[in-house]
């Protein structure tokens, strides 16, 4: 079904049920999910957050200025994507960690052409450091890669199976898309992704498909055609 995805984690999914830190079980799992897509021939890269780790806009509430708490937030992104690729290779696929700024010899610096050549040898690219910039958030920086690297969607990762018209954990009335307009989820301020992602995306033709990554095989059904999620397009 897609040729090459972009797998858009948030860091708190590596953090297992407390969110904090990198939970060994979630992150065998995850590794197990994307080299299980992997093997099946789709090119996949990852951009994964920060937030079980640290978190910018927490830094400026501790007070840090905001330049410097996004750089340590996207250091934190480096480490988790370290370790998922870390995680992967133990099961037998190929994986290195791209970085938007120089981060030799822990992982490359961030060349599309590269990141893209490894993806088409079978290997996954984890694509770590945001943007590069601070006041953009991981969502955006997903987006932006996914357009680089000519993915044919970025694939949302989270907790629930899709996207809905209030937050499910919270509201037992609320309602499940299938699928949606960047027009209204922006129009509806849907907290899926931020502004500046779906901005992108939309320009882009870039499709989004909101899924419940917890779920195992869920991310091959994806691959297979199926639609366990929410698909949010032009």
């Known amino acids: 079904m897609y040729k090459r995805v972009l797998l858009k984690l948030s860091g708190e999914s590596l953090g297992g049920p407390s969110g904090k830190g990198i939970d060994e079980e979630s992150l065998a799992a995850y590794a197990k ?3 299980a897509a992997a093997k099946t021939g789709c090119q996949v890269g990852i951009v ?13 509430q501790m007070g840090l200025d905001r330049v410097n708490g996004d750089k340590m937030g996207m250091l934190a992104t480096v480490i988790n994507s370290m370790a998922l690729a870390i995680a992967i290779r133990s099961l037998g696929v190929k994986a290195e960690v791209f970085t938007a700024t120089p981060m030799e010899p822990m992982a490359r610096y961030y060349v599309r052409e590269k990141a893209v050549e490894f993806m088409e040898a079978g290997g996954v690219a ?3 450091g945001g943007t590069g910039n601070p006041f953009f958030t991981t969502d955006s920086g997903a987006a932006l890669r996914a357009l680089e690297i000519g993915a044919d969607a970025v694939l949302k990762g989270t907790r629930v199976d ?4 209030a937050d499910p954990e919270k509201d037992p009335t609320a309602v499940k898309y299938k699928e949606l307009t960047f027009d209204e989820a922006i129009s509806k ?3 899926v992704m931020d502004q500046t992602a779906f901005a992108l995306c939309k320009d882009g033709k870039m499709p989004i498909i909101v899924f419940d990554v917890t779920k195992p095989g869920n991310l091959q059904r994806i691959l297979d055609g199926e639609e366990p999620g929410t698909t949010v397009h032009v």
């Open 48 to 60: 994964i957050g920060g937030g079980n780790i640290f978190r910018g806009l927490k830094g400026a």
């Open 189 to 191: 301020e849907l907290k």
């Open 126 to 128: 984890l694509i770590a």
């Open 162 to 165: 899709g996207v809905y018209t």
């Open 33 to 35: 999910e994307v080299v």
